[in-house]
């Protein structure tokens, strides 16, 4: 059963997905929500910048920013949980305790 909340899931672990995604961290390597904030922060995820609602063309055009995985799942959250969660493989914040 597809994820409503996000339709285009398995299209995060496609190797097409995970070429753009590296070449786009190594072109953005920053943290744009933490840049705004005066910090320096190494970003993990490339976020959909509009969400993609399931939308092929737009996951695949964009556009992006590059995320940290304290900003991507929320800075408020980040903030309740006071610490930097790890990223899976495909660059998905791990929720509750993941990897450190
Ligand atoms: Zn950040």
């Known amino acids: 059963m597809p994820d409503p909340k996000n339709p285009l899931k398995h299209l995060y672990s ?3 997905w995970q070429k ?4 786009y961290l190594a072109q953005h390597p920053l943290c744009v929500m933490c840049e705004q904030m005066g910090k320096v922060e190494a970003a993990t ?3 959909h910048k509009i969400p993609h609602r399931g939308d092929v063309v737009r996951f695949w055009v964009g556009p ?4 940290c995985a ?3 799942s929320g800075p408020k959250q980040a ?3 006071g610490k930097v969660r790890g990223c ?4 998905w914040p791990l929720a509750e305790g ?3």
Do not use: I, P
């Open 70 to 72: 304290e900003c991507h």
């Open 79 to 81: 903030e309740e949980h």
């Open 14 to 16: 496609t190797g097409r």
């Open 98 to 100: 993941g990897c450190k």
């Open 20 to 23: 753009f995604r590296r070449a």
């Open 45 to 47: 995820v490339v976020d």
């Open 88 to 91: 899976d493989v495909n660059g």
């Open 64 to 67: 992006f920013q590059s995320l």
